[in-house]
């Protein structure tokens, strides 16, 4: 087996593709050991000191590490805690994945969230899932949509940029009705 590594917009955050599927749908994203308890790859990760985020995608597994730890002291064995896992034949998550994705939302902006979801899902995600993230729709009230920045997006340097001048005018320019663009904790 072989893993390639690709470096994300986050310095603190290091994206690994294993070459075959992680997830079969969706994303998981776990912020402390005790949230990855449901994932053997999660947790074996977390065993590795240092590590403070594993996010899993359809093909990437990307891991965020405290700011005093560098990459070249955990990497060899982050690369080994996903080799073994998958090796293992153990399952990625055990039971049912909870849905990961848009927030609901029914009311009298339900079509404009509806396009709202649309566009963050042919235009945006697809380009966040690229540098190791992911990017959902938390909310929407009285012009300002919220989202939740997940993976290598949540807590990366330009990621107000990026919802600031990326998302947010792709947003104003489709739908009129959307004003802001902000981010929100999980």
Known sequence: MFIQTESTPNPATLKFLPGQTVLDAGTADFTSAETAAKSPLATRIFGVDGVTGVFLGTDFVTVTKADAVLWEHIKPALLGAIMEHFQSGAPVIEGEQAPS???????????????????LDTRVRPAVAQDGGDITFHGFDRGVVYLHMQGACAGCPSSTLTLKMGIENLLRHYIPEVTEVRPVAA
Not at 101 to 119: C, F, M, N
């Open 101 to 119: 994705g848009h927030a609901a939302h029914d009311g009298p902006d339900e079509d404009i969230v509806r396009q709202i979801k649309e566009l």
